[in-house]
Every structure is written in C-alpha cells, then in structure tokens.
T-cell receptor
Framework: SQTIHQWPATLVQPVGSPLSLECTVE??????LYWYRQAAGRGLQLLFY??????ISSEVPQNLSASRPQDRQFILSSKKLLLSDSGFYLC??????????????FGSGTQLSVL | QKEVEQDPGPLSVPEGAIVSLNCTYS??????FMWYRQYSRKGPELLMY????GNKEDGRFTAQVDKSSKYISLFIRDSQPSDSATYLC????????????FGKGTMLLVSP
C-alpha cells in the first residue's frame, strides 16, 4: 500500500530564518507531488506541483520554492521566512497521467508558526 | 468567482441526523468530484469520489453529482459524533496533469 510521510508535524521559526519541509511517498512510482498551504477560512491553496524529477510548477509567486531531487521526494524551502508564511502545510500525491482520476492523498501536515 | 464554492458552516446536528453537505462549481470541464474529511490539524482523508453525474454509496455516505446544475452533494446517514470534522469537496478535469480544485470546506459538528 502507498504511504506518504511528512515532517516535522510542528515547527516554530523566527522571521528571516530558512525553512525546509520534506515529504516522501512509498509504495508507488512516478507520482505527481503537491504542496498546499491551508490558512484558517481560506481553504487549500496549491503552492507547487511536480510531474517528475526536477519539474516544478508554481501556482502562486511568493517567498517559497520547491524541489524534487528524487522521484518520491518533495521539498518545500524558503531562504528567509516572513510572518505571512505561517500556516498549515500539506504534501500530497496522486497517480500520474490519470488526470482527475489520479485523485489526491495527503500527508499529516506541518503547522508552521513564524514569530 | 471561485471555481468551487462551499458554505463554510458550521453545520450543527444532533447524533443520528441525516446530514447534507453541498458544493457548486462553475467549470464545465470538471469530470471528477471528490469528498475529503479533515479532522483538526490533520491532513484531509479521501472519503469518496465520483466520475461525471450520478450517485455513489459507501456505508453511511452517499455522494451525488448533478452536472446539469453543477451541484455536488454528500449525504451522511445516522450521523455520529466521530463524523465531526471539516468536509472538503474537490473537482478535477479529465486530463493528464489536472490538479484538484477545492472548496473551502464545511465544518460539521455532531452533538451526542
């Protein structure tokens, strides 16, 4: 069966510090990978998605970047965090090339507080 | 206009009630429709999905899509306190690299 691991669960960082969140998927190959941010009352905001190693699409221009160094690894980074980067970050995967039928499976999330 | 609209609630019901959760969408190209359940501070969990119009039943849950009116519904029979969560609807197109478009979620509270 497929599993998705996301860590850490909670993170408190000072403004201006760097960020690295990691996500890995097991039990499947060539997944599509996604980073979402969820803010209270604003729903799920798609930040980045990737259809392959080194292939990253950005949905929202901002202070964050993403990388996919391996097929089942997805990393969300920032060089200098802003207060507005606080939120609940979710990694997700879907089956590749199935379009909407690929569905979406989420990790457990990281609650990031920038102080 | 957001492509998928969902009333944020909260929706409060007594245990045993039938719950109806609804979404509307605007993009006619959407072919897949999903419902996710999210407990507080957890990742969303895929509950059900349907393709095009029609109904799909899984235990106490029934998903319904009416493409003519662009309306998505989730019904929960015999609701339980453990059903208390935020329910997110989502839609996607039938293309190779389609991403999911989510509603904002409806908070459901089932009281004992």
């Amino acid at each position: 069966s497929q599993t998705i691991h996301q860590w850490p669960a909670t993170l408190v960082q000072p403004v201006g510090s760097p960020l690295s969140l990691e996500c890995t998927v097991e039990g499947t190959s060539n997944p599509n990978l996604y980073w979402y941010r969820q803010a209270a009352g604003r729903g799920l905001q798609l930040l980045f998605y990737s259809v392959g190693i080194g292939q990253i699409s950005s949905e929202v221009p901002q202070n964050l970047s993403a990388s996919r160094p391996q097929d089942r690894q997805f990393i969300l980074s920032s060089k200098k965090l802003l207060l507005s980067d606080s939120g609940f970050y979710l990694c997700a995967w879907s089956y590749r090339d199935r379009g909407g039928a690929g569905l979406g499976f989420f990790g457990s999330g990281t609650q990031l507080s920038v102080l | 206009q957001k492509e998928v609209e969902q009333d944020p609630g909260p929706l409060s019901v007594p245990e045993g009630a039938i719950v109806s959760l609804n979404c509307t969408y605007s993009n006619s190209a959407f072919q897949y429709f999903m419902w996710y359940r999210q407990y507080s501070r957890k990742g969303p969990e895929l509950l059900m999905y349907t393709y095009s119009s029609g109904n799909k039943e899984d235990g106490r849950f029934t998903a319904q899509v009416d493409k003519s009116s662009k309306y998505i519904s989730l019904f929960i029979r015999d609701s339980q306190p453990s059903d208390s969560a935020t329910y997110l609807c989502a839609a996607a197109m039938n293309s190779g690299y389609s991403t999911l478009t989510f509603g904002k979620g409806t908070m459901l509270l089932v009281s004992p």
